[in-house]
């Protein structure tokens, strides 16, 4: 059996003080490399208006930049998600290549404010870390708000939720479908068809 690195956390009994977009917006404002506000925050902004609560939120870049967004979190405290636990990022070291997520706060604090993943990239190409053939142009992954707050796009963040969805993870895709534009639901439809040809959200996505 494994021993747990030292000063690992368990994810289990965590708790949360998730900021908001718009701080997300203030305190990654001047930050070198894209960003966006992904998970249910990123459908919310996608739609215009909050329709549920939201337990925390999520944020994405790409891999390649997870040191540039290190460098602008100074004073916050990093950790890699590993498999039933959160190990510190220490400075210096590499983000690992099999891993893809990282949980952050503010030093000092012990409520957690941000999680990121880390998306795949490989050159102008951005490819769904589950399935590498899906894919779409890095740059046309993103849209922002009327007041410039970048988030990633509708059809990618129910990719990601299609998996083993939860109960808000439907309410979400039930909530977005109507505002989903004909793109939208061909991009989501062919990925489905894809990754999970037996997807229960293909009958609605017709």
């Given at each position: 059996m494994t021993e747990p690195q030292a000063g690992a956390l368990a994810p289990e009994g965590q708790t949360w003080e998730?900021?908001?977009?718009?701080?997300a917006a203030a305190i990654l404002g001047g930050l070198a490399v894209p960003w966006l506000i992904a998970g249910g925050w990123a459908l919310d902004l996608?739609?215009?208006?909050?329709?549920?609560a939201h337990a925390d939120l999520d944020l994405a870049v790409f891999r390649g930049d997870?040191?540039?967004?290190?460098?602008h979190l100074r004073g916050w405290e990093?950790?890699?998600?590993?498999?039933?636990?959160l190990r510190r990022w220490e400075p210096g070291a590499a983000f690992p290549s099999d891993r893809h997520a990282m949980w952050a706060r503010e030093a000092g604090r012990d409520r957690w404010q941000l999680e990121i993943a880390v998306e795949r990239r490989e050159g102008t190409r951005w490819s769904y870390r589950r399935?590498?053939?899906?894919?779409?142009?890095a740059a046309d992954i993103g849209r922002r708000t009327s007041d410039g707050i970048p988030?990633?796009?509708?059809?990618?963040?129910?990719?990601?939720?299609?998996k083993t969805p939860r109960g808000l993870d439907e309410t979400d895709f039930i909530t977005a479908l109507p505002h989903l534009d004909a793109?939208?639901?061909g991009f989501l439809a062919a990925a489905l068809w894809t990754v999970a040809p037996g997807h229960r959200w293909l009958e609605r996505l017709k």
């Open positions: 998730p900021t908001t977009p718009q701080e996608f739609i215009g208006r909050q329709t549920r997870e040191g540039a967004l290190r460098d990093l950790f890699i998600a590993d498999v039933g636990s399935d590498p053939s899906v894919g779409a142009h988030y990633l796009r509708p059809d990618i963040v129910l990719l990601y939720k299609s793109g939208q639901r």
